[in-house]
């Protein structure tokens, strides 16, 4: 096989409406709540970073704008903190910062589904293949998911989505990968399907929000009509490409902890497990936390 086209570009869907955080996300995108003292989607766009991601192209919609706002360089409070010897603040804020021409925005006008949010970064994207990544599913681990899916993707080309497994009775929630070997790290995806009826699935692994797709998804999202809960679902489009025989599609299995964001017991969980991965707050958190037990 010729070496595939390199990943260079992502894309984050957070046209959401987050009920589910309400009234917290009422003004204020479920993707800026901080976990620590990084919004959520900074933590993703870092995973994205370290993966070698050159571009990132969002996909925002109504009440979104302070994301653009956040990934901007903010020239009164860099001037203020460089005015104020605050060195280290100054040169951590100007490391995140996305370089020129490195982001893209797009606006997804109605929430019509995932598979309809990815779509609307078609021209953005363009004809190569692509890493998506849900920024609501922080996963923690020591090398970045998405370094160990572009890995497997430049061994296997085609498409990646990462899974892990969930207990045998959780499956019907989640969008479940069938597999021709369980226990691989990498293996070929023989099915899909989302929320499977209980005792349907073909397996317990879980998709978890990281996809590397091949711009062929794009014609499919275009025609694909509305699925379950009236959306327009990724997995029934990523359903209908792998069905393509020069299409192939690879699981490759997470094995660190997976943190869903946009549910509050996993956000919550979220903020202890990355406060206490850092040295100057782990011991003082630990002291506090015994206190309520
Ligand atoms: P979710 O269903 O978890 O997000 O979608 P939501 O709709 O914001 O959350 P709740 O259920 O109302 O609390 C998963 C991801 O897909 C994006 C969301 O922003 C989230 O990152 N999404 C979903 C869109 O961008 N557009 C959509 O139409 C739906």
Redesign the pocket.
Known sequence: MSSPKRIRKAVF?????????LPATKAMP??MLTVVDRPVIQHVVDEAKAAGIEHFIF?T?RNKGVIEDHFDSQFELERTLDERGKKKELAELRRDLPAAGQTSFTR?QA????G??VWCARDIVGDEPFALL???MLHHAATPCLADMIAAYEKHGGNHIAVAPVPEDQTHQYGIVGVEDRAAKVSRITGMVEKPKQGTAPSNLHITGRYILQPQIFPILESQERGAGG?IQLTDAMIQLSKRDDQAFHAVRFDGTIYDC?AKVGFLSANIAYALDRPELSEALKTELKKLF
């Open positions: 869907p957070v046209a959401g409406l987050g009920t589910r955080f479920k993707e996909v919609g997804q929430p019509l589904g995932l309809h949010a849900l920024p609501d959306e946009g």
